[in-house]
């Protein structure tokens, strides 16, 4: 069973950047995983943010992350990361990373393995 960790969140202004990491530790050698950033906000349900397919050649976002995130992985470190640049305060909550067995999945019950999350806040 894979575990994976999340870092790289914080306290930033909007308009700010922040870059978050996932690694995957216990991952069997060779072995690509397809993976995901879901959020979720106070109050609010898990929502989806971005997917990244197994050789990264496929990516997939939510509409409102769309042209400010950017998701991509290093297969060799089995480690993915999220950029996200232009943060609005929406954009606050604890951001989890996720594996999955399901091709371009987006539903976080097609997802097997989750990290405990990164917590991001964006205000002024």
């Known amino acids: 069973q894979v575990q994976l960790v999340e870092s790289g969140g914080g306290v930033v202004q909007p308009g700010d950047s922040l870059r978050l990491s996932c690694a995957a530790a216990g991952r069997t050698p060779g072995v690509l995983y397809r993976m995901a950033w879901f959020r979720q906000g106070p109050g609010k349900e898990r929502e989806f943010v971005a997917y990244i397919s197994r050789s990264a050649a496929i990516t997939y976002y939510a509409d409102s992350v769309k042209g400010r995130f950017t998701i991509s992985k290093d297969n060799a470190k089995g480690t993915v990361y999220l950029q996200m640049d232009s943060l609005k305060p929406e954009d606050t909550g604890v951001y989890y990373c996720?594996?999955?067995?399901?091709?371009?999945?987006?539903?976080?019950?097609?997802?097997?393995?989750w990290g405990r999350g990164t917590r991001v806040t964006v205000s002024a």
């Open positions: 996720a594996v999955t067995d399901v091709a371009a999945a987006r539903r976080a019950e097609d997802f097997r393995s």
